[in-house]
């Protein structure tokens, strides 16, 4: 009479139960980081946000007085301009996809709303057309001292 042969273990496999080891660990992992990427903004992480805003608002201060000073360089202003701006829309696409508590969702929606006109302002530079406007010039002033002011707010707003 022939034994009968037993069917393989799932475990019987080294690998196998390695496997089975990591699946719960890597669940548990991926948890904890879905957990953290939810968490609404905090004062810290709106201050760099508005940092970073008013240091792009800045640049694209220097960037169009540098435009009327020498009209020779069009190329340079175009790409240059197109690289803060999609750094600006970056920063407002980071602000509009994230919460913030009660104490500082005026505050974000302000950093929002500057980070977008920033974001106009720096398409309107790539456009050779009104790189040299003046009014534009002064706009890249105006949005780095809001973001300024906001920066300042930041420093004692906090969460209720």
């Given at each position: ?18 496997l089975a080891a990591l699946v ?137």
């Amino acid at each position: 009479m022939k034994k009968k042969q037993k069917a393989p273990r799932f475990f019987d496999s080294p690998w196998m139960a390695v496997l089975a080891a990591l699946v719960p660990i890597t669940a548990v992992i991926v948890g904890v980081l879905m957990v953290h990427l939810q968490r609404p903004l905090d004062p810290v992480q709106l201050k760099i946000h508005i940092a970073s805003i008013r240091s792009l608002a800045s640049e694209g201060a220097l960037l169009s007085d540098r435009a009327e000073l020498s009209p020779a360089t069009p190329d340079y202003l175009r790409v240059h301009s197109e690289m803060l701006r999609d750094e600006a829309h970056d920063v407002q696409a980071e602000l509009a996809s994230s919460e913030a508590c009660a104490g500082l969702r005026k505050l974000k929606d302000r950093a929002e709303r500057i980070a977008a006109d920033l974001t106009a302002h720096l398409a309107l530079l790539s456009d050779s057309d009104h790189a040299t406007s003046a009014g534009v010039h002064a706009d890249f002033g105006r949005l780095a001292v809001e973001a300024r002011s906001a920066e300042h707010e930041a420093d004692s707003a906090g969460c209720d």
